[in-house]
């Protein structure tokens, strides 16, 4: 079993800054890939961006290409999403993922599959 407790949403203005952390516990030392995933109101969950756990490749959703940067810190277990020139666009739930299998990782037809762990969520909201 694998636990995902997510911290740093909030409110701010268009083109700031926040910075979300996803603290992992349990069986982590065997996770293949871990991500960030979103949901706003009345619309599916997207992924944002994940990345590999043993040599940190990421991958990202084109909505957020050049703005989000997603990074690992393994002696921490912590997962981060460092997210700039936030837009309006970006208000929404934010989740951190993780899973087991590699191929998660890779997004299938410009789409990134559901992971099988999941955080609670953290929102951030963002102003115009």
């Known amino acids: 079993q694998v636990q995902l407790v997510e911290s740093g949403g909030g409110s701010v203005q268009a083109g700031e800054s926040l910075r979300l952390s996803c603290a992992a516990f349990?069986?982590?030392?065997?996770?293949?890939?871990m991500g960030w995933f979103r949901q706003a109101p009345g619309k599916e969950r997207e992924g944002v961006a994940t990345?590999?756990?043993?040599?940190?490749?990421?991958y990202y959703a084109d909505s957020v290409k050049g703005r989000f940067t997603i990074s690992l810190d393994d002696a921490k277990n912590t997962l981060y999403l460092q997210m700039n020139s936030l837009k309006p666009e970006d208000t929404a739930m934010y989740y951190c993922?993780?899973?087991?299998?590699?191929?998660?990782?890779?997004?299938?037809?410009?789409?990134?599959?559901?992971?099988?762990?999941w955080g609670r969520g953290t929102q951030v909201t963002v102003s115009s």
């Open positions: 993922a993780a899973d087991f299998r590699l191929a998660r990782c890779r997004p299938v037809l410009g789409s990134f599959v559901a992971f099988d762990y």
């Open positions: 990345i590999y756990t043993r040599d940190s490749t990421p």
């Open positions: 349990g069986y982590t030392y065997s996770l293949g890939c």
